[in-house]
DNA sequence: CTGAAAGCGCTTACAG
DNA sequence: CTGAAAGCGCTTACAG
């Protein structure tokens, strides 16, 4: 911990002083506007002839000051132009306005889509949110979790890397800023730091429901399509997918088991082989929508028209599956109300510093379309 | 302004005060872990005998002060688990380690890895970014830049929502703090605050090579799919279709020119239309790769083999058209590389603040694929 | 090479 | 109802 602070340091030696210490010197020529030092309360005091404490009550709306004074405070505070320096106020009041929100891939739309829920939700509550991207680096994580929490957040929402353990995470970030994690546990649990507040989907009641759903509409040879083994999600999922078809008295195929990255390049890719693999494949339930999109466009190309001949569903993690398109019956995991929802967990938590942890698995919602086939091939 | 900050600063009284300052009385029971003051150099120095200015010193990687002391307080620092406190050091100093990023639509993959490059960008500098989503509201969008500058973001990069215009901005940000814009241009151009930095794709130019690409395969009744005429790149990126085929002596029937909002399921959806209202049509341009994905499975829908009896092409803003499939031939814009780039000149702009306003419009890249389809009917 | 002191822009008891 | 003063956690000339 102590290298991390000492490299954050020594960057900070780069970052330009912005001098704005000497009033500038107007050149009547110069076609940029001169930078000028930004007026303070003391500025503000001195321009309307009160002190700087009444200058302060003002800006606070204190019941204190009187009608009078205040307008005439405010009348000089539009005129000079004030902007309020709240970390310096934070700083004197010991607080903190901001949220660090550090997330693994944030070109990954769900991703995205959960960090403008918790950008909005922070903002009503007057909290700015810092952010970081790890890039599904730990080492990186580490970095931005170390960069960030100098900034003094309230709290740190974390949606961390694929391997990242407590104890990195723990010594990143010191221990003293609430944490919320989201979507992933960490590796090597550490029961004394289970006050962190978690965050996650019931993905595997999830698969569950949608292959319950194809089940029900008599499909027997179902694939699971996508997803990389090492993700907690996908074992989650598979597992719901394992557990409706054991329950149903069937055995999945060893090559019913797909695994892929979870992008739409993968699922296209994996429709021949899997077409191949088992000609009588009448349904697949895919990790994700990309996948399932993707998967969509292969079996096209392979002259198969999902929704007539082959039923697809999955996780509709990114909003992709909400796309018109009818044949995907879809597992919605509404990622911006998660944001807002992880930004009110986080939040709960400065009020409430000592509650034991929460751990917050979200429902997953089956959106069953009515194009959904019957199986061409009965079992 | 002043109404702005006013409400700010009154919702600062709903942020909790997190009092640290008492030490912890430690109840031996308790699972959770006692809140502790946050240590700092004052703590820091008084625990291995030296004074704060030498501690500060140390960290920053000083060469006045000698090995021994070093050694000494670099133990102390580890020992006492010491989180430096940028906040102080930035005010002290009167610099800022942070940048402003409005976005207008994070959930768009577009923005989204664009603020991804922003964010790693900085990051590498010691710098660290301010989030800030507007949701293409323009009121949003004021609240979110009052609220952000409060903080002191040594600049801004900003995408604007739609219809934002420069009076606006200019009184949300108080005219201090270096601006760059992204992608779209303000409305009401005020030529006093010309200084502001500009980044925008070279839309028109990759509309015409797109168009160009397909005529010169043969496509003669070639339709512009997608994108609302408010937009500014829409206008831009119609124009260079419309370039390319005035040069080729050809006049667009009014059929081909479909606006949408550039989705998939408006891609998809104007698929039938289009081929209803002219069957002789036998390749697009789309403007984006939203649109494009959609109306390719709306192709399909309809029963034609994109890449094969109809050409597709379009900007490939999100990364989509980069889908294994082949039909696309797809403009490439890069959306991480242009954030990097926006981080790089809002930086830059730092160390020369009186240096003329720099308007960069990035290329953009025809990426051919080899599929690229010959038209059925000849013109 | 190290320490005492002033100050960044705010807030907040405490007098008056 | 208003003002003088102390202090948040740092940095930085300036002495020694």
């Keep these: 911990m102590l290298h991390r602070s000492m490299r954050f340091c020594e960057l900070a030696t780069m970052i330009p002083k912005l001098d704005r210490s000497k009033p500038c010197e107007k050149v009547s020529m110069s076609p940029t506007p001169p930078i000028r030092r930004p007026v303070t309360l003391a500025d503000v005091a001195q321009g309307c002839g009160v002190s700087r404490a009444t200058v302060s009550l003002v800006l606070r709306g204190s019941p204190l000051v009187g009608k009078a004074t205040r307008a005439l405070v405010e009348a000089e505070l539009a005129k000079q132009g004030y902007v309020y320096n709240r970390a310096a106020a934070n700083l004197r009041r010991r607080t903190s306005s901001s949220i660090a929100l550090v997330i ?17 939700a922070l903002g009503e509550t007057g909290f700015v949110t810092l952010l970081g ?39 990143a970030i010191g221990g003293q800023t609430p944490l ?26 999830g698969a569950r429901l949608a292959t319950e759903h194809l089940l029900g509409l008599g499909h027997r040879r179902i694939a699971f399509l996508g997803g990389l083994h090492y993700a907690t999600p996908f074992r989650q999922r598979r597992q719901g997918y394992l557990d409706a078809m054991h329950a149903a008295g069937l055995s999945p195929q060893p090559e019913w088991l797909v695994e892929s990255a979870p992008t739409r390049q993968e699922g296209a890719r994996r429709a021949s082989a899997l077409l191949q693999a088992d000609p009588q494949l009448t349904a697949a339930v895919c990790y994700n929508d990309a996948v399932a999109l993707g998967f969509m466009l292969g079996l096209y190309a392979n002259g198969r028209r999902p929704g007539h001949d082959f039923a697809v569903t999955g996780f509709d ?28 967990m986080i939040l709960a938590r400065l009020h409430t510093p000592h509650t034991p942890a929460r751990r917050i698995v979200a429902p997953v919602e089956l959106q069953v379309r009515e194009s959904s086939c019957r199986p061409l091939f009965p079992a």
Tied chains: 1, 2.
């Design 133 to 171: 991207c790890s890039n599904e680096s730990t080492a990186r994580e580490c970095q931005v979790l170390g960069s960030l929490v100098e900034h003094g957040p309230a709290g740190i929402i974390l949606s961390p890397a694929e391997g990242s353990d407590t104890q990195q995470v723990l010594s």
């Design 104 to 120: 693994h891939d944030l070109g990954n739309p769900f991703f995205a889509e959960f960090a403008a829920g918790v950008d909005e």
């Design 317 to 344: 993690d990114i909003g992709e599956a909400s796309l018109s398109m009818p044949p995907l019956t879809t597992l919605s995991t509404r990622p911006r109300e998660r944001g807002r929802q992880a930004a009110e």
């Design 180 to 205: 919320l994690l989201f979507n992933r546990d960490l590796e090597g649990a550490a029961p004394e730091y289970a006050h962190w507040d978690r965050l996650s989907m019931d993905n595997q009641r």
